[in-house]
């Protein structure tokens, strides 16, 4: 599997992410009905901090090889994000009464991607 696509890809969704977590928090925690407190803003401002951290490290990840003994640890650190996050939207899904949309999108996302690096896990590049 070439894993160019996939590391843009998911580089690509991380930044638009967190991008807007950390430029848009208050709107963001407005919009989810959270009281927009100096630590909420806070806490969304350094999760849009971690998402372009791991954007900008899948970007400049793209043109290597990845998979089974090459750069296990971004496929193992992406695996990882991706697996936890799906569980969590998951489990989220039949207990969430609003926003429901974008739980749904999120997790529709999340499990691709973890489908797709577990698969770049587990397999050697060719």
Same mark, same amino acid.
């Given at each position: 599997?070439? @894993?160019? *696509?996939?590391m843009? =890809? =998911?580089? !690509?969704?991380?930044?638009?992410?967190?991008?807007?977590? =950390?430029? *848009?928090?208050?709107? &963001? +925690?407005?919009?989810?009905? !959270?009281?927009?407190?100096? %630590?909420?803003?806070?806490?969304?401002? &350094?999760?849009? +901090?971690?998402?372009?951290?791991?954007?900008i490290?899948?970007?400049?990840?793209? /043109?290597?090889?990845?998979? /089974?003994?090459?750069?296990?640890?971004?496929?193992l650190?992406?695996?990882?994000?991706?697996?936890?996050?799906? %569980?969590?939207?998951?489990?989220?899904? =039949?207990?969430?009464?609003?926003?429901?949309? %974008? &739980? &749904?999108?999120? @997790?529709?996302?999340?499990?691709?991607?973890?489908?797709?690096?577990?698969?770049?896990?587990?397999?050697?590049p060719?």
């Open positions: 599997m070439k @894993t160019k *696509l996939l843009t =890809s =998911s580089a !690509v969704f991380f930044g638009i992410i967190g991008i807007l977590l =950390s430029f *848009l928090p208050n709107e &963001i +925690a407005e919009y989810l009905s !959270v009281e927009p407190t100096i %630590i909420t803003i806070l806490f969304l401002q &350094i999760l849009g +901090a971690l998402y372009l951290g791991f954007g490290l899948n970007w400049t990840a793209k /043109g290597t090889l990845i998979g /089974g003994i090459y750069n296990r640890p971004i496929a650190g992406n695996l990882m994000h991706f697996v936890v996050g799906a %569980i969590t939207l998951v489990k989220v899904i =039949s207990n969430i009464q609003t926003h429901t949309e %974008i &739980i &749904i999108f999120l @997790t529709v996302f999340y499990v691709i991607f973890a489908l797709l690096f577990a698969y770049v896990f587990k397999t050697n060719t």
